[in-house]
Every structure is written in structure tokens, then in C-alpha cells.
């Protein structure tokens, strides 16, 4: 499996625009998650979902975010319309509570490379 | 906030030398696990030790729990260059979330 998968890896927008970032999770996880994260906040969970129903957005910001998990392979999160202050660095990972194949662990998360946001 | 607090936030040692970092978490816990950050990149977990286990070793690390203080450590054992990283601790919130903490930068000069 490639791991977890995120796009675009950078996104420069100007304040105002609408910004979707994507993640494809591991093959057979059922658990995904967002996290922003920043050098005065360090990692904040932005919400999670399990087999894609969302159980926990407690950390969504605002309602300008807000993320969606179509199927077991794709999710997005959108910002509309975006502020600098939501400049960071954004996290998807993926986990299975139960032993994924590939000799990949249960309750450990799998993090993709992340998409640093920049909003102008 | 159930965040976790990692101590020291920045460490600088010299290759060879050990490397020490501390997470203190605010509730119980089912397991507590120890990420790591290279720059630019996503975390990758290290170890995960669980709530009714002591220590636990992987290789150079070691990770310490007690729950009673509500404290976990790392120890990375003669360190090298390439263990320079953010260091993060991980708590279960319960359900499949995870709660990170605020992460320690090891140094590691050559």
C-alpha cells in the first residue's frame, strides 16, 4: 500500500477563495482523521470519522470548515472562504481498530505527508 | 483540553549521548504512544505501550508509564544524527481519536 495519500502537498490562495484538500486513506482502515497543525497550536484534531460517518467535529473551527467522507477511499476538506489565519500545515491519517493486512498495526495512526496551507 | 504537555519543548545533545522526553496527559488512558515528526513530514508512530504495562523497549527507545502520575518518557539510547526530529506523545481519547502533545525538538549534533 503507498500509505496515506494528501492534496495538493502545497496550496498558496489568496484570502476569500475556497480551498479543498483531499486524502485518500490505507486500503481496509476504517478511521480517519484531520488535524491542523501550527507552531502555536502544535497538532489540533479537527474531526474524525468512522466507516466515513463523522463522529467527533468538536474541533472544527468555524463553520467556514467544514469535511466530507463519500466513500471508504476519499475524503475532503473544505475551507470557505479562507483567512490567513488558517495558514498551517494540514494532516490526514488513517487507522484500523481492528489488524488491517499488510502487517500494518491496529489503533496506530498512519499519517500522510500533510498540505501546507498559505493563505495570503 | 486533554493534550498531552511534552518536557522539554526543545533539546540539544551530542551524537552518542542519550535523549530524554517526558509527556504529561490529563485523563485515563487506555495506551499512550510516541510519534515522530521529521520536518516537512507527517508523524510516524514509534511505540505504543498500554495502560497496564510499566516500560516497554524497541530497539534504541525506551518508554516508561505511570499512570498514577499520569506521566509517560522516552529515552532514545546513543543517539544519532538522524534522530533529529519532533518528538510527540500520543493519548486515546476514548473512542479511535488520539490526542497529541505540544512535541519536544531533539538536536542530535554531529
Known amino acids: 500500500d503507498a500509505g496515506v495519500i494528501q492534496s495538493p502537498r502545497h496550496e498558496v490562495t489568496e484570502m476569500g477563495q475556497e480551498v479543498t484538500l483531499r486524502c485518500k486513506p490505507i486500503?481496509?482502515?476504517?478511521?480517519l482523521f484531520w488535524y491542523r497543525q501550527t507552531m502555536m497550536r502544535g497538532l489540533e484534531l479537527l474531526i474524525y470519522?468512522?466507516?466515513?460517518?463523522?463522529?467527533?467535529d468538536s474541533g472544527m473551527p468555524e463553520d467556514r470548515f467544514s469535511a466530507k467522507m463519500p466513500n471508504a477511499s476519499f475524503s475532503t476538506l473544505k475551507i470557505q472562504p479562507s483567512e490567513p489565519r488558517d495558514s498551517a500545515v494540514y494532516f490526514c491519517?488513517?487507522?484500523?481498530?481492528?489488524?488491517?493486512?499488510?502487517?500494518?498495526?491496529?489503533?496506530?495512526?498512519?499519517f500522510g505527508a500533510g498540505t501546507r496551507l498559505s493563505v495570503l | 483540553s486533554q493534550q498531552g504537555e511534552e518536557d522539554p519543548q526543545a533539546l540539544s545533545i551530542q551524537e552518542g549521548e542519550n535523549a530524554t522526553m517526558n509527556c504529561s496527559y490529563k485523563?485515563?488512558?487506555?495506551?499512550l504512544q510516541w510519534y515522530r515528526q521529521n520536518s516537512g513530514r507527517g508523524l510516524v508512530h514509534l511505540i505504543l505501550?498500554?495502560?497496564?504495562?510499566r516500560e516497554k523497549h524497541s530497539g534504541r527507545l525506551r518508554v516508561t508509564l505511570d499512570t498514577s502520575k499520569k506521566s509517560s518518557s522516552l529515552l532514545i539510547t546513543a543517539s544519532r544524527a538522524a534522530d533529529t526530529a519532533s518528538y510527540f506523545c500520543?493519548?486515546?481519547?476514548?473512542?479511535?481519536?488520539?490526542?497529541f502533545g505540544t512535541g519536544t525538538s531533539l538536536t542530535v549534533i554531529p
Open positions: 470519522f468512522n466507516n466515513n460517518v463523522p463522529i467527533d
Open positions: 485523563t485515563s488512558i487506555n495506551n
Open positions: 500520543a493519548t486515546d481519547g476514548g473512542g479511535n481519536q488520539f490526542y
Open positions: 505501550i498500554r495502560s497496564n504495562e
Open positions: 491519517a488513517s487507522s484500523s481498530p481492528t489488524l488491517a493486512g499488510g502487517g500494518l498495526a491496529k489503533n496506530i495512526q498512519y
Open positions: 486500503s481496509g482502515h476504517n478511521s
